[in-house]
């Protein structure tokens, strides 16, 4: 979902934040979590070799374009920044929409990286839209660095939520940030595209990444929108969260 260039349509279906994100009550002391995808029809996010998505259409493109503008910040995990190579930026149609609802011109642009090695050459620092905050294990004071191997995303979440005021954020991936916000129960919601591909393939990461491990228990979904234009269908995932018990005996399982 490299192209960045599409303007065309692109107010379509976008509703108000209110009605598109009911439900938060569960949420404490974060944002509201919009994941968005596109998968083949064997649950491909990319190829082996981990290619830039350029299997979507162009209403595809723009269904991401009017997600990303709908949040106050979107978020991507290092990997995908690198070899997507994107700027996370808004067409103009849509930045004015922004406006209109009281935002700001752009989402703020999110970066996670653990190991913090982002080359400064990269679209994304070249372009001022918005700012850009990197969340890295590097980043902790040092008396946090010690046996920090993965940035805390529950706590970065509630940094954004606290210190920047997001209230939405929309992630654009990879699939091993995905999974890792999916584990951890902070995913509210997935917007997922189906492409008319099959790619094969047990180096092709699917949505929840190259991981042969289970997730530690089943994500329950409510499927409450579904869309096809031509031969790709659209649908929105709300995620059903488990209400977390105060003491449980209960050992995380898959069922
Ligand atoms: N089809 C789609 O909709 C779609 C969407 C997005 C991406 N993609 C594709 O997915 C591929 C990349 O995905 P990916 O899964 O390899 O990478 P990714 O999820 O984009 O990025 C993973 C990286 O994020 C950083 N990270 C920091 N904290 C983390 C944490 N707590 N958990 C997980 N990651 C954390 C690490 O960066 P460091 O290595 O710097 O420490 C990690 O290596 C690309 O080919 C891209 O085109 C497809």
Redesign the pocket.
């Known amino acids: 979902?490299s192209s960045e260039n599409q303007n065309e349509n692109l107010g379509k279906n976008l509703g108000s934040r209110r009605s598109r994100h009911q439900g938060r009550s569960h949420i404490r002391n974060r944002p509201f979590v919009v994941a968005t995808?596109?998968?083949t029809a064997d649950g491909k996010?990319?190829t082996k070799n981990?290619?830039?998505?350029d299997f979507t259409s162009r209403e595809d493109k723009l269904h991401l374009f009017r997600q990303r503008a709908l949040a106050d910040a979107v978020l991507?995990?290092?990997?995908?920044l690198e070899?997507?190579n994107v700027r996370l930026g808004v067409p103009a149609e849509l930045q004015e929409l922004r406006i209109k609802r009281g935002q700001s011109r752009s989402p703020l642009r999110v970066i996670?990286?653990?190991?913090?090695?982002i080359d400064d050459r990269l679209k994304i620092f070249q372009s001022d839209i918005s700012p850009i905050i990197i969340f890295s294990t590097k980043r902790m004071p040092p008396k946090n660095q010690e046996g920090a191997r993965?940035?805390d995303?529950a706590a970065m979440l509630k940094t954004l939520r606290n210190q920047y005021k997001v209230s939405t954020l929309a992630c654009?991936?990879?699939?091993?940030?995905?999974r890792?916000l999916l584990e951890q129960g902070l995913v509210d919601q997935l917007n997922l595209t189906i492409a008319p591909y099959m790619f094969g393939g047990a180096k092709a990461?699917t949505l929840t990444?190259l991981s042969k491990k289970f997730l530690p228990a089943s994500v329950h979904c409510s499927l409450i929108e579904m869309r096809t234009v031509a031969d790709e269908c659209f649908l929105t995932y709300r995620i059903k969260h488990r209400r977390r018990r105060r003491s449980s005996t209960r050992s995380p399982r898959n069922d």
């Open positions: 979902m995808f596109a998968m996010v990319t981990f290619g830039p998505v991507l995990g290092h990997t995908s070899r997507d996670v990286s653990n190991k913090g090695r993965e940035v995303l654009e991936g990879g699939p091993t940030l995905f890792s990461p990444g």
